[in-house]
T-cell receptor, first 111, second 116 residues
Framework: SQQGEEDPQALSIQEGENATMNCSYKTSINNLQWYRQNSGRGLVHLILIRSNEREKHSGRLRVTLDTSKKSSSLLITASRAADTASYFCATDDGSNYKLTFGKGTLLTVNP | NAGVMQNPRHLVRRRGQEARLRCSPMKGHSHVYWYRQLPEEGLKFMVYLQKENIIDESGMPKERFSAEFPKEGPSILRIQQVVRGDSAAYFC??????????????FGPGTRLTVT
């Protein structure tokens, strides 16, 4: 699998439910970032977690990082229809600038 | 503070023509990155520039593609003699100078290039 690969590829839930997306990567990283992309739009930065951090919160978002398993998860609590988007994790290769993105998880939140 | 601006948002070119994509970074940002996104794919790094310098172009195709970030004006991604396989969304991102503490990249809305 490529660096920064998200799982599942698609997720459909009801409004109010929680959504969990996972990301796996292969090589050592300095940090891992999560982005959201609405259909046909640019990417919106959600959260950055450094390699020495294990968990981070931002509003309804919770990100975890397990460097021993080379994996991260993004939890969106109390989802809303407006959360419908593709979610990407991005890792850097140690350069602190060259981000590698996965193919993303398409989240659909049904009202 | 305006975000990263890209223009045009949509660009249609016939095979063999040239495509010029522009990116104006966020105010105060001196680092610019270009990424390409093919349909159903994640973004792929192309090039990293600072003012008047190409820092890393390891993701750029060897031929027909070039990028610049002049002292004045926007960053330009130039694709000469476009082919159908160049059809993609091209995203520009910017970040503040190193040492400011953040490695977050802020993305523009992208330019969707269609080659007919």
């Amino acid at each position: 699998s490529q660096q920064g690969e998200e799982d599942p590829q698609a997720l459909s839930i009801q409004e109010g439910e929680n959504a969990t997306m996972n990301c796996s990567y292969k090589t050592s990283i300095n940090n891992l970032q999560w982005y959201r992309q609405n259909s046909g739009r640019g990417l919106v930065h959600l959260i950055l977690i450094r390699s020495n951090e294990r968990e981070k919160h931002s509003g309804r978002l919770r990100v975890t990082l397990d460097t021993s398993k080379k994996s991260s998860s993004l939890l969106i609590t109390a989802s809303r229809a407006a959360d419908t988007a593709s979610y990407f994790c991005a890792t850097d290769d140690g350069s602190n600038y060259k981000l590698t993105f996965g193919k993303g998880t398409l989240l659909t939140v049904n009202p | 503070n305006a975000g990263v601006m890209q223009n045009p948002r949509h660009l249609v070119r016939r095979r063999g023509q040239e495509a010029r994509l522009r990116c104006s970074p966020m105010k105060g940002h001196s680092h610019v990155y270009w990424y390409r996104q093919l349909p159903e794919e994640g973004l792929k790094f192309m090039v990293y520039l600072q003012k008047e310098n190409i820092i890393d172009e390891s993701g750029m195709p060897k031929e027909r593609f070039s990028a610049e970030f002049p002292k004045e004006g926007p960053s330009i991604l130039r694709i000469q003699q476009v082919v159908r396989g160049d059809s993609a969304a091209y995203f520009c991102a910017s970040s503040p100078p190193r040492g400011v503490g953040s490695y977050e990249q802020y993305f523009g809305p992208g330019t969707r290039l269609t080659v007919t």
